[in-house]
């Protein structure tokens, strides 16, 4: 799988230690790059090297309500 991102991308990350993957989306700001989580009661984290992408999301289906 893909796993070079840009802005904007939904990428699929696993961080160390952790046995699940969950989807973020990349946000980058000024060179840093941020993870932020679709469940908005999360917060935006910034990425370092505990975090490992997957890969990229070419597209997603979901349901909205």
């Known amino acids: 799988p893909a796993t070079e991102y840009e802005h904007g ?3 699929v990350v696993n961080k160390e230690g952790q ?11 000024d060179g840093q790059v941020y993870l932020r ?8 984290q910034l990425m370092d ?3 490992k992408v997957i890969g ?4 997603i289906r ?3 309500r």
């Open 9 to 11: 991308d939904y990428v």
């Open 37 to 44: 989580p679709l469940n908005k009661d999360f917060q935006t």
């Open 49 to 51: 090297n505990s975090y």
């Open 19 to 29: 046995k699940r993957t969950s989807l973020k989306q990349i946000l980058i700001d």
């Open 56 to 59: 990229v999301v070419t597209q």
């Open 62 to 64: 979901m349901d909205t």
